[in-house]
């Protein structure tokens, strides 16, 4: 944001939301619709070479595949849900993390380099499928009434201020959830996106266009800045993956609960 | 956030377009599906075969162990057995043997005697047969020559006989030797 | 996050959504801020907005308490 207000010169034009908002390639298919497509296929694919042989002793890709499953499967499905329930869920896991990831990879990729996510829209509509799975379990395990009760009515809670906490409750378990959960992962992406694109465009405006010698050294900054914010956005793209997952796994978790 | 709300013809991100909704949907639905249908299944399967395999390759080395010690019994008690078979096989041949040759032993004696005595009968009987037939010859040679030399024929059968009885009473009595030399000459 | 091979079974810990206490102060100011706003628009007063969202805040922290306390 700095730099941009630093270069406030005529011709440049500092990116904004409409960056976003990809041409259609053909017939209103653009490129995100297609990335999304193409990373279910990533997924997929990988997975199913992967796990095709099922050999006990398995080779270099199988065992790549296996840690990745496995790590979804142990560390996040069996020890949020708990080994009684987890198996079910694990399909679901595994495809939302490497699904989420691989789209949000894409914003890297070369010749690709845009994250899926960074269109709302995909966000909201996996927060969707997460909110219909949790309700969903939590519904068929509770009972519809049982299920409201579960998620409005908190424990160690008693007297008048009880109903003043059940509205707020409800709201926060059943209404806050999908929209922090799609939020989150569509922000991240969005602004990471954002930045990058702010950076390489900003320097190579100042390196190439500019006419003020000073703004040179400033724009090749802006280029290696460009780099670090790259690697730093691979971290944030893993870690939005896995929070999207964790979370999704944990609001399960809840909802199928048996205390509270 | 509230730059990009703020922004001027700038299209709000936020916006929901309802292509894209079900098209994320639809898309993470179907991933599901496969993954549900091809993924989990092979990777639970093979994970189960490897647990199988590492808890059953314990059991079968316990059960190959043994099956080793087992067959380790069998042969030293084999062997033992063997031992002690040779063995008896030895003393049986060693009695048998014995016994054959102490057979043998007896059979051949029972042989050589038998032939001793069929020899000895052999010989009593053709000495008695050559007895007979000096006997006879040597009457009429002795009536013969008696004959001769009395000069006289001794016809008269009572006599003749008498002669010859005392004759061969004598020669009996005397040794075999002289009278057939007498006979022989 | 453990890489704990598929053979071993840990504990299931029935960890809670840390974003829980965000979402409840959220849904707190949200919903007792439109209640006062409802309210000031009703009564044609001006200054339960401010007290709905305070109060929302306020019962959202304190059912984060409660809940970290019940834990």
Redesign the interface.
Known sequence: MTIAGLVRAEEFTPP???D??LPALFG?VDK??LQ??LA?LL??GF??VA??R???V?GKL?FA??QA???V???IA???????DF?MF???L???FF?ILVNNFFGLVPLIQFPSF?????????A??TWVLYNGVGIWRHGLFGYLKHQSV????SGP?LA??I???F???I???PF?LA?RL??NM?AGHLLLILFTLGGEYLLLTSDVAFYKPVGVVAFLLAIAISFLELLVQFLQAYVFTL?TA??V??AI?EEH | ?NW?LA?EG????????????????V??????A???K???P?????FA??TA?IEGGMAQAEKAQAEAKAALDEYTSQLTHARHEAARIREDAREQGATIISEMRQQAQTEAERIVGTAHTQVAAERQQVLEQLRTEVGAIATTLAGRIVGESLEDEARRRRTVERFISELESQDASPASSGGGR | ??????FT??P??????P??A???L???V???GLCGWLLDRWLGTSFLLPVGIVA?AA??L??VF??V??R
Not at chain 1, 120 to 126: D, I, K, N, R, T
Not at chain 2, 42 to 46: C, D, M
Not at chain 3, 1 to 6: H, R
């Open positions: 904004g939301p409409g976003f908002e209103g995100p619709m999304l497509v279910a997924v997929v997975f199913w796990s095709r099922g050999e006990l398995p199988q595949g296996e499953y496995t790590f499967r142990n560390g069996r020890d949020i849900i708990g080994s009684r198996m694990v399909p679901y595994v495809a939302l699904f960074s269109r709302a829209s995909f966000a909201y509509g996996l969707a499928l908190p424990g160690g809670v201020i003043l906490i509205p707020l409750e709201i926060s378990n209404l806050v959830r922090t939020l569509f922000a969005f979370l944990m609001y978790s809840g609960a | 956030m990009i922004a700038e299209p709000n991100p936020l916006t929901p377009h309802v292509a894209e909704i079900v098209l994320g949907i898309v993470f639905a179907i991933l599901v496969l993954v549900r091809f993924v989990v092979n990777f639970e399967k093979t075969e490897r395999a | 996050m453990s890489q704990s091979g598929p079974e840990p299931a810990s029935r960890s809670q959504d974003w829980v965000f979402g409840r959220v849904a707190g949200g919903i007792y929302g019962l959202g304190y059912l409660v809940s306390r019940e």
